[in-house]
């Protein structure tokens, strides 16, 4: 079964151009990842510097290797260090 994955962040002016070359990287080794579907990019309209990714796997199993994987944890350290706070991650299924 399908599952989303809701990873929100809130994103100062002053590291965003860092955060972006991070975030790339993370998206180009997602996109190798057994049972990744699709990845979307959201920015609040009414709060600036705030942003949410809806990503979407075939199995919650999935998803699972992908957030144990060590490539994933070092750079998800890299992006909560440069954010100053843990990214948020939510997961959904049908």
């Known amino acids: 079964m399908a599952v989303k994955v809701l990873i929100k962040r809130k994103v100062g002016k ?11 990287k993370m998206r180009t080794l997602t996109l190798n990842r057994k049972g990744y579907i699709s990845g979307e990019t959201f ?3 009414d709060q600036e510097g705030v942003s949410l990714v809806i990503s979407t796997w075939q199995t919650i199993d999935n ?6 994987s060590k490539e994933r944890i070092e750079l ?17 299924e049908n």
Not at 63 to 68: A, F, K, Q, T, V
Not at 76 to 92: A, K, M, N, R, S
């Open 76 to 92: 998800q350290e890299q992006i909560d260090q440069l954010l100053g706070q843990p990214t948020e991650c939510e997961v959904f």
């Open 63 to 68: 998803w699972r290797e992908w957030i144990l």
């Open 43 to 45: 920015h609040r309209v």
């Open 14 to 24: 002053e590291v965003a151009p860092l955060l972006e070359a991070l975030l790339r």
